[in-house]
T-cell receptor, first 116, second 112 residues
Framework: GAGVSQSPRYKVAKRGQDVALRCDPI?????LFWYQQALGQGPEFLTY????????KSGLPSDRFFAERPEGSVSTLKIQRTQQEDSAVYLC??????????????FGPGTRLTVL | DAKTTQPPSMDCAEGRAANLPCNHS???????VYWYRQIHSQGPQYIIH???NNETNEMASLIITEDRKSSTLILPHATLRDTAVYYC?????????????FGTGTLLAVQP
């Protein structure tokens, strides 16, 4: 079956531009996560949705970062006024909610953002 | 910050067992041990998890010490396709978020 998909796979932005990154989770998965991965580092948590509700946004690095999941399926991560330090791979993952014995998160391939 | 510690890199000969260690010095009673791996240019992939008993699946085996302060992921017959960064993670299963806190992992290089 289809896994988690993300688009675009690569994005180059000029400093100061706004960008929008899309995530299509696995159908039926109610939990959705965004992570940021800098070069040579492990992924870092950004935010978490359960259905359309954003339950945890503690990892968002600044108010320039905004995420939404209005209908509880597709999610968009928006970064306003991009800075060079925003350059990273942005990973999306989906899973069924806690309470299921194996809370495996399924990751997409990521979007590589380069800010010039 | 990550709660686990791992060696930064390891080598393994193709066909041999790969044993990847992890220290869980601050693991609490309601936290599970999870292992993920990340092949170059891909998203992380779940491998296995356990609480206190040893576990085995089609991908790997997980050995957890009795005090739960360390674990070992075993790939019984490593192949070149197992070359990846391996992450061990303490996860508060049943918590509000179940977010994964990655460290820098162990880069396993399987040599032909």
């Amino acid at each position: 079956g289809a896994g988690v998909s993300q688009s675009p796979r690569y994005k180059v932005a000029k400093r100061g531009q706004d960008v929008a990154l899309r995530c299509d989770p696995i159908s039926g998965h109610v939990s959705l996560f965004w992570y940021q991965q800098a070069l040579g580092q492990g992924p870092e948590f950004l935010t978490y949705f359960q259905n359309e509700a954003q339950l945890d946004k503690s990892g968002l690095p600044s108010d320039r970062f905004f995420a939404e999941r209005p209908e509880g399926s597709v999610s968009t991560l928006k970064i306003q006024r991009t800075q060079q330090e925003d350059s990273a791979v942005y990973l999306c993952a989906s899973s069924v909610p806690s309470g299921v014995p194996n809370n495996e998160q399924f990751f997409g391939p990521g979007t590589r953002l380069t800010v010039l | 910050d990550a709660k686990t510690t791992q060696p930064p890199s390891m080598d393994c000969a193709e066909g041999r067992a790969a044993n990847l260690p992890c220290n869980h010095s601050t693991i609490s009673g309601n936290e599970y041990v999870y292992w993920y791996r990340q092949i170059h240019s891909q998203g992380p992939q779940y491998i296995i998890h356990g609480l206190k008993n040893n576990e085995t699946n089609e991908m790997a085996s997980l050995i957890i010490t009795e005090d739960r302060k360390s674990s070992t992921l075993i790939l019984p017959h490593a192949t070149l396709r197992d070359t990846a960064v391996y992450y061990c993670i303490d996860l508060n299963y049943g918590g509000a978020t179940n977010k994964l806190i990655f460290g820098t992992g162990t880069l396993l290089a399987v040599q032909p």
